[in-house]
């Protein structure tokens, strides 16, 4: 049974059964992945930023004889942002093959139709069922990144040290835990701005303004999520040349998340890409106990990423990959298809 599902009001066994589909999801499909812990795992799936919503349902077993309620065997969630409603599906590995997955999509997709909204994206991990999956529902492949991970045990902080050092006169690097001091926001924001050489895919979308940048970060915090910052800043003119960005998820604190790393047009050449990547791990090392990894996504043409990044000891790791359909397309062909 597939039903709407509000992680706001849902109870703790409800949000401790779906983080169980999930580490069986992880186990099943991303064994080297870590699992996630419960902690503010509500807040995880709750938060979102001003004007977006996201739309949750679940489908449960029936419940035992003793009457304790099923298990959370799949779970669909949407995200209303533009005109674009990204989705993110989950069926137990017990549960899979089914049609319980195609459910979900339908129940999703049929909402995001009757909002008004062109159509749907999903990111999809390479080597996993869920291409499959989506390239039967007819999804198409819009974009390629490659994910990388770097394990922190084989670092030569040696080397590492003298990398962050490795910047040119006229810069300085600072490290900001838990984002941008205020008077820098504006800076910030306008260094995102003008060069959008990001790490992230289009379903990951920054923030360019600094309204939005401050909601960002307010977000990221509200959701368990703590954002880390390194940044390079020009002496003469105090611009932000470049920055990078990790978060620290409290749901997989072992392994972070790299987000944006920007080097502004104007000041490329001069090793800051190196050296604030280099700084960042530095000071993660200190800050944050349990990280043993941090995992990043790049385009693969992004060859000057990628060849810091190989210098940093990132290995590739898999294809993450975003599809895409038409809302009506989909709707049509599901309901066609029962
Ligand atoms: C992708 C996923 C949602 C599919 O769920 P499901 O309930 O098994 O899917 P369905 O039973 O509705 O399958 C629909 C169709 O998709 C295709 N499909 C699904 N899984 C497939 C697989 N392993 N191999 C080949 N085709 C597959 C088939 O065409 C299937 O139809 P069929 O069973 O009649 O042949 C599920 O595997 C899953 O949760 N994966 C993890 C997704 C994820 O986001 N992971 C993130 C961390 S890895």
């Not at 807040?43 to 349902?57: D, N």
């Not at 390239?135 to 040290?161: C, H, I, N, P, Q």
């Not at 600094?210 to 915090?221: A, F, G, K």
């Not at 090793?271 to 990547?277: C, E, F, H, S």
Request: hydrophobic share 40%; with cysteine.
């Amino acid at each position: 049974m597939v039903r709407e599902w509000d992680p706001r009001t849902a109870s703790s066994a409800e949000i401790a059964s779906l983080l169980d589909t999930l580490n069986a999801v992880l186990a099943a499909d991303l064994p080297q992945d870590p699992p996630w812990r419960e902690s503010s795992m509500r807040e995880y799936l709750a938060e979102v930023m001003p004007g977006e919503r996201r739309i949750s349902w679940v489908a449960q077993a029936e419940p035992a004889t003793d009457g304790s309620p099923g298990a959370i065997l799949g779970h669909v969630h949407v995200l209303l942002l533009g005109d674009i409603g990204v989705l993110e599906v989950l069926v137990h590995p017990s549960a899979r093959r089914t049609g319980l997955g195609r459910d979900l999509v339908l129940t999703a997709a049929r909402r995001v139709y009757q909002e008004g909204f062109q159509s749907i994206g999903v990111e999809v991990v390479g080597d996993t069922p869920a291409v499959a999956f989506y390239e039967s529902l007819g999804f198409s492949k819009e974009y390629v990144e490659t994910r990388s991970v770097l394990d922190l045990s084989g670092v030569d902080w040696a080397e590492l040290a003298e990398m962050a050092t490795g910047i040119s006169a006229g810069y300085h690097l600072q490290f900001h835990p838990g984002g941008p001091p205020d008077e820098l926001i504006e800076a910030y924001a306008r260094a995102k701005a003008e060069v959008r050489d990001v790490e992230d895919g289009e379903l990951r979308p920054s923030s360019y303004d600094p309204e939005r940048l401050r909601d960002s970060l307010d977000c990221l915090h509200r959701r368990g999520m703590k954002p880390y910052i390194v940044l390079a800043l020009h002496e003469q003119t105090g611009e932000v040349a470049g920055l990078t960005e990790v978060v620290v998820p409290v749901q997989h604190p072992t392994r972070a998340d790299q987000y944006d790393t920007i080097v502004v047009q104007d000041h490329r050449g001069y090793g800051i890409d190196r050296a604030i990547k280099a700084r960042m791990l530095m000071e993660l090392r200190s800050a944050e106990a349990e990280l043993t990894e941090v995992q990043t996504w790049n385009a693969q043409a992004n060859e000057a990423m990628l060849k810091v990044n190989a210098e940093l000891g990132y290995r590739p790791d898999r294809e993450w990959c975003e599809y895409s359909i038409d809302v009506a397309e989909l709707v049509h062909r599901l309901d066609a298809g029962r």
